[in-house]
């Protein structure tokens, strides 16, 4: 069962065309890793299913009910994805629970059920026990988890992840990949992922979309993408890396 579908997506910032007659689908309960060196599109395609841009032309579905496309637009705030970025972005006024809890403020739930539920994301990620801890108090890698926890704490549809590795160091990476992989399997969750390490995609993801200039080039799973990769650029950039 496709979750999210996008047909024939194009994005131009000025004259520079950034994505070209993207479609897609995503299934749920999928890992799907987005995987192309800098400047291919990946982060705008992210940034289109989040709601924080708007294609030029195309179409984007949620379980069939249109986030963009017909003349519709569903503001990021009404789509219910969950969202982690590379720079953490943890408020540091507040403690791990006050950040994990914030989502769950915004929709006036009842102060049990938010305790129960950042409870349980704070288990997961392995930070139960810190909750009252300030961001200034936590490593790096406390931190990346602490925005992971807020980005499932509401049990969302989609989880959309852009680069959120990139500013740990390399033992710190290797645990969060076993990590976030242990979470899909437990969640069961759908995620859409950004990166351009191959490693990350290959380690973690069901299902890899290489990218370049703007367009996918190959769509499968990591075995058929290292075992036959797609002539020209797919096989040039896994040579490379």
């Given amino acids: ?18 994505l070209r007659d993207i479609s897609l689908s995503v299934t749920h309960g999928s890992f799907l890793a987005l995987l192309g060196p800098s400047g291919c599109g990946k982060t705008t395609l992210l940034r289109i299913v989040a709601g924080l841009e708007e294609p030029d032309t195309g179409e984007v579905l949620l379980d069939e009910r249109i986030l ?11 789509r219910g994805f969950g969202m982690v970025f590379q720079s953490y972005a943890v408020w540091p006024h507040m403690t791990v629970h006050e950040n994990v809890e914030y989502p769950l403020r915004i929709r006036k739930l009842i102060k049990p059920v938010r305790g129960e539920k950042v409870a349980r994301a704070l288990e997961l990620v392995h930070l139960d026990g810190l ?17 992971l926890a807020r980005g499932i704490v509401m049990e969302p549809p989609v989880l959309l992840l852009d680069e959120p590795l990139s500013n740990l160091d390399a033992k710190l990476r290797a645990e969060m990949r076993r990590e976030l992989r242990d979470l899909h399997r437990a969640l069961g969750i759908t995620i859409l992922y950004v990166t ?3 490693r990350e995609a290959f380690e973690m993801a069901t299902r890899v979309a290489v990218m370049n200039e703007g367009r996918i080039e190959q769509d499968g799973s990591p075995e058929e993408i290292r075992t036959h990769p797609a002539p020209g650029f797919v096989a040039d950039f896994l040579s490379d890396h």
Avoid at 7 to 17: D, L, M, P
Avoid at 138 to 146: D, E, I, K, P
């Fill in 68 to 78: 963009f496309g017909e003349g519709s637009f569903l503001p990021p705030e009404k």
């Fill in 196 to 198: 351009h390490d191959q």
């Fill in 131 to 147: 909750g009252g801890r300030f961001p200034h108090q936590l490593s790096g890698g406390q931190q990346q988890r602490v925005a």
């Fill in 1 to 18: 069962m496709n979750v999210l579908r996008l047909t024939g997506v194009y994005k131009s910032f000025g004259h520079n065309e950034v």
